[in-house]
């Protein structure tokens, strides 16, 4: 496969990542307490395994499918507004991490490796290298949103929320652009008055003789 140098060092920057998340997540299974999360790291690093092979794949020109399966997260239900919960002071001095810890330190690689994959993928001119990144995107902030999930589920993550009436003021503060009928219409009006002007511009175009008709 012929590839763009950037593309390129870009490609290897990412799998360089996903390399060091597949380890980072295999310890940080060893060490949660929390059988739900053990089972959300365990197959996130194996989706993470999935693309680091797809990325080896592509750049060795062996054909490499870029592939992703939307997944079906658990049912949870979300908690909004701050929940009355204390976080403990972190310990510098710690051997073992804790679940709250290792959540959201998965959350914030997920987080970010959505992030730089979108840039990576904006920087490619080779479709399946830009596919292969996009679906990285796509792929991190599910892996985010389902660690989130257990996050909230267990009192760790809880979005602030705004008073109704600050939530009225904000959504209402947007206006709907109209009747898309009448706007259709407009557009086909002027549209035509574009088309007739330009005809009054070009009078002799209109009476010039047809260069394909013939005179006895």
Same mark, same amino acid.
């Given at each position: 496969m012929r590839m763009a140098a950037h593309e390129l060092l870009e490609t290897s920057e990412a799998l360089r990542t996903k390399a060091a998340e597949i380890e980072q997540?295999?310890? /940080?299974?060893?060490?949660? %307490?929390d059988q739900n999360l053990k089972s959300i790291l365990k197959k996130h690093q194996q989706q993470m395994i999935t693309a680091y092979?797809?990325?080896?794949? #592509? #750049?060795?020109?062996?054909?490499g499918q870029v592939t992703h399966?939307?997944?079906? /997260? &658990?049912?949870?239900?979300?908690?909004f507004g701050m929940? %009355?919960?204390?976080?403990?002071?972190p310990n510098p001095n710690n051997r073992t991490l804790s679940d709250q810890s290792i959540s959201t330190l998965a959350l914030n690689a997920h987080k970010t490796g959505s992030v730089y994959s979108m840039v990576w993928a904006n920087e490619c001119v080779d479709p399946q290298i830009r596919s292969y990144h996009v679906n990285g995107a796509i792929l991190c902030q599910e892996m985010a949103y389902e660690i989130w999930q257990w996050m909230n589920h267990n009192g760790y993550y809880s979005p602030p929320t705004f008073h109704e009436t600050q939530i009225n003021q904000i959504t209402n503060a947007f206006q709907p652009i109209g009747n898309m009928s009448t706007i259709n219409s407009m557009n086909s009006i002027?549209?035509?008055?574009?088309?007739?002007? +330009? &005809?009054? +511009?070009?009078? #002799? %175009? +209109?009476?010039?003789?047809?260069? +394909?008709?013939?005179?006895?």
């Open positions: 997540h295999g310890l /940080f299974a060893n060490q949660c %307490q092979q797809q990325g080896i794949n #592509l #750049l060795q020109g062996k054909g399966t939307h997944p079906d /997260f &658990n049912a949870y239900h979300e908690n929940q %009355q919960s204390t976080m403990a002071p002027n549209s035509m008055n574009s088309a007739n002007s +330009m &005809n009054a +511009m070009n009078p #002799l %175009q +209109m009476n010039s003789p047809n260069p +394909m008709r013939t005179y006895s």
